[in-house]
């Protein structure tokens, strides 16, 4: 699907409730269509190796402390690297024929997408890579005569975190151009007091990705994203 998306967090939603609401608003407010229920997951993954090493950034030593302090001040431990780049994100959208997978990883400086079976080969690889934490949002997909809105519960592991708004403006791939539009579409169905994370700040240009011109690999990093700057996960 193209167009453009923007990715929301919902962040103080009463779960079922303001799922309700949401419905009520699009079906009867917006005149949408439902096109049925709309789930999504997103896996940390953490490796145990040194990535910083791979990457000939030379660390300071234990017996400098103030060369370690300066390397620590620039997000690097003692054992070398940073969080992010000891991390990688497996982001899938969509089921069965439809179903695609990211892969967001390096510092969130690259952004691939795989065939299904790579999550079976990561799985398999232990000592590599291995699984941290996961969310998954649950909801519904609805449809307007050129948008498509997804909303859904946010489950961090089995704690309730809020609830995601994926807006796709389906005639400009262009974010900057659609951004006014979409704004307009959030306001007509979020309850004025609602507490919201817009998400805004991605840097696409840092994955490689043309800032101009949005594919499901810019979604797939709108979600990394947003669970990263908001330590979500």
Not at 90 to 96: D, H
Not at 120 to 135: E, I, T
Not at 161 to 178: A, F, M, R
Request: some cysteine.
């Amino acid at each position: 699907m193209t167009g453009s998306t923007w990715v929301l967090w919902w962040k103080d939603a009463q779960g079922t409730a303001s799922l309700g609401l949401l419905q009520e608003r699009l079906l009867r407010g917006l005149r949408a269509n439902l096109r049925g229920r709309w789930s999504m997951d997103t896996k940390l993954f953490h490796s145990t190796h040194n990535f910083a090493d791979q990457q000939n950034i030379k660390l300071a030593s234990n017996s400098d402390p103030v060369r370690r302090r300066e390397a620590e001040g620039r997000g690097m431990g003692a054992a070398g690297g940073t969080a992010s780049d000891q991390s990688m994100y497996l982001v899938v959208r969509g089921q069965g024929a439809g179903r695609r997978q990211f892969y967001v990883m390096a510092s969130n400086r690259l952004v691939v997408e795989t065939e299904p079976e790579m999550e079976a080969v990561v799985l398999r690889l232990k000592n590599l890579w291995a699984p941290r934490q996961a969310a998954r949002i649950e909801g519904y997909s609805y449809e307007g005569d050129d948008w498509v809105i997804r909303t859904g519960n946010l489950m961090v592991g089995t704690s309730y975190k809020g609830l995601v708004i994926e807006i796709n403006y389906l005639p400009c791939s262009n974010p900057d151009q659609t951004r006014g539009l979409m704004r307009e579409l959030l306001l007509m169905i979020l309850p004025p007091d609602a507490h919201v994370d817009a998400n805004i700040g991605v840097d696409y240009a840092r994955a490689g990705l043309d800032p101009t011109r949005m594919t499901e690999c810019h979604t797939a990093y709108q979600y990394v994203h947003l669970f990263t700057q908001s330590s979500l996960l």
